[in-house]
């Protein structure tokens, strides 16, 4: 089925997307990347450098990105005390930059095995090594584009009845379409 994956023999999975798909994808990507932002001195190679960068210690304002970054500690939403607060931010000084450049990794394979395909699409097989950095590029996605649509359990803003006029729909349209894309690349890894 185009836009959803299936077991490939290797152990690893294969995709078959159309070209709107694959942009579609591409594009979704790639705005990931401008939201995760550049590793610590921009672009820097000196290793020793990023050895002893310290990341930052309070959690992101912009909601998306708190939801890639959650704190380690407390309940999100619910207030903390200073020591849950300080215990937080040390965690997050020592970790975030690396979970950082661990999503910045996920989503340039996805980017760069989406520029290998055809102008008409194409199919991708990512190895059963790749899978893991698709399925971890996929999720977050579908958390970034959850946090800006609000989306709860419940539903109660009625996001998968909207209308075909409302802006939101294709927001909500491309949430559902990772959502399935996240699964059957699940059961593809696991099946």
């Known amino acids: 089925m185009a836009g959803l ?21 591409r594009s979704l990507e790639v705005q990931m990347l401008e939201l995760i932002g550049p590793g610590p001195g921009g672009e820097s190679d000196d290793p020793l450098a990023a050895l002893f960068a310290e990341g930052p210690t309070e959690a992101p304002a912009d909601p998306a990105l708190a939801r890639l970054f959650p704190d380690a500690y407390g309940e999100p939403g619910q207030p903390v005390d200073a020591q849950t607060k300080s215990f937080a931010g040390e965690f997050r000084r020592y970790t975030e930059l690396d979970l950082r450049a661990r999503k910045r990794e996920d989503a340039l394979a996805v980017v ?16 059963a090594a790749e899978c893991p950095r698709w399925l971890g ?8 584009l959850g946090s800006r649509l609000d989306v709860t359990e419940e539903d109660d ?35």
């Not at 994956?5 to 994808?25: P, W």
């Not at 590029?137 to 970034?144: I, K, M, P, Q």
């Open 5 to 25: 994956f299936e077991r490939s023999g290797d152990g690893g999975a294969a995709i078959a997307l159309e070209e709107v798909e694959a942009a579609i994808l």
């Open 137 to 144: 590029a996929l999720n977050d996605l579908r958390l970034t």
């Open 112 to 127: 760069r095995a989406l520029d290998t395909l055809g102008e008409d699409g194409g199919v991708l097989r990512p190895s």
């Open 157 to 191: 803003q009625g996001l998968y009845d909207l209308p075909d006029t409302d802006e939101r729909k294709p927001l909500v349209m491309a949430y559902l379409w990772l959502g399935a894309m996240q699964e059957s690349l699940l059961e593809a890894m696991t099946g």
